[in-house]
């Protein structure tokens, strides 16, 4: 069974430019959810997908945004980036969050 | 509130015992995770605990819950070179769907 797949791996972007992550959750898992991993400040929690909908989003500005498609799959979007966004981004997707995420191995945005 | 506390570090010899600490302040949190996170990846599931349990043991690992102190910890018997990575302690908030709290991740160093 293939994992929680992200892409790109790594990403550079320039200051002021948008970034476009991707997230392709486990066959079968509706849910997906989306973490900032930033050096000293742990796991943030970003953003909750679930059947197409948004359910919860953490306390991030609104520049930071996404979707999810029929498939399940998942873009995280970044407008109008700042130094302070680069971090390594974590995607994870569940059936049922009480059994816990599967989460994939992360996009690593650079901003410059 | 929501919040996680761990302790950043913990350095132990090839062998011993491994015993990472956790406190959480949602009182509505019912189910309690430990990830692992080894370095360049994501976040691997090791194990997790449902809030009306105290103890649950898989293999080298052992989780305690102590509700009243709302204070989880995760034992590794006989620690391994390979165990050294970041472990982090989550909390599923129950009133907000599938939504993870991270704490800060403690940093296990073993030594041969």
């Known amino acids: 069974e293939a994992g929680v797949t992200q892409s790109p791996t790594h990403l550079i972007k320039t200051r002021g430019q948008q970034a476009t992550l991707r997230c392709s959750p486990i066959?079968?898992?509706?849910?997906v959810y989306w973490y900032q991993q930033a050096l000293g400040l742990g796991l943030q929690f970003l953003l909750w997908?679930?059947?197409?909908?948004?359910?919860n989003r953490g306390n991030f500005p609104p520049r930071f945004s996404g979707r999810q498609f029929p498939n399940y799959s998942s873009e995280l979007n970044v407008n109008a980036l700042e130094l302070e966004d680069s971090a390594l981004y974590l995607c994870?997707?569940?059936?049922?969050?009480?059994?816990?995420?599967?989460f994939g191995s992360g996009t690593r945005l650079t901003v410059v | 509130g929501e919040d996680v506390e761990q302790s950043l570090f913990l350095s132990v010899r090839e062998g011993d015992s491994s015993v990472i600490n956790c406190t959480y302040t949602?009182?509505?949190?019912?189910?309690l995770y430990w990830y692992k996170q080894e370095p360049g990846a994501g976040l691997q599931l090791l194990t997790y605990?449902?809030?009306?349990?105290d103890m649950k043991q898989d293999q080298r690992l052992t989780v305690l819950l102590n509700k009243k102190d709302k204070h989880l910890s995760l034992r590794i018997a006989d620690t391994q070179t390979g165990d050294s990575a970041i472990y982090f302690c989550?909390?599923?908030?129950?009133?907000?769907?599938?939504?993870?709290?991270f704490g800060q991740g403690t940093e296990l160093s073993v030594k041969p």
């Open positions: 994870a997707s569940s059936s049922r969050a009480i059994w816990g995420y599967t």
């Open positions: 066959s079968g898992h509706t849910s």
């Open positions: 997908y679930d059947e197409g909908e948004e359910r």
């Open positions: 949602d009182s509505s949190s019912t189910y």
């Open positions: 605990i449902f809030s009306n349990m």
């Open positions: 989550a909390e599923l908030i129950r009133d907000q769907g599938g939504k993870l709290i």
